[in-house]
């Protein structure tokens, strides 16, 4: 005889499959709104969210209508793409950070244009701009 907890767990999960695993879009846009729902209460939802995050990751890396979006993430330099996120994050453009240089420059380095990559200096400098480890950048 299985133990009760075993019984309502796979009960809970009859109703709402998707929190373990996504297997259609329409799962993948159910368990968005979930997610949506828990995290305005996150302290409580910890676990749920948890396990419904897994969950979301799983199918958006292997869904095919993510697969030239995580193609290009993964070709991605990832101090690149820190830096792409922190200038969304605070709405700047090229012009907005002197620490790498001319408008010029900084557009090169987002497009890894000439075989531009960030430097020791470039990372130091926005390590200490937006308050974030050095390691951040690798």
Known sequence: MLPTACIEIREALA???YLAHIETQ???EQALALMDDLVDDYDSN???????????ERWEEQ????AE???AIAEMDSGIAVLKTLMAQYRLGV???PELG???NVSKLLNAAEGKKLNRHHIEALSQ???VPVSLFF
């Open 129 to 131: 701009r937006f308050g």
């Open 95 to 97: 012009a907005d950070l």
């Open 69 to 71: 979006f995580n193609a």
């Open 102 to 104: 001319s408008k010029s």
């Open 26 to 28: 329409d799962d993948y």
């Open 46 to 56: 910890k676990f749920l969210i948890e396990m419904l995050s897994l969950s979301i």
């Open 63 to 66: 869904a095919d209508e993510f």
């Open 15 to 17: 109703k709402v499959p």
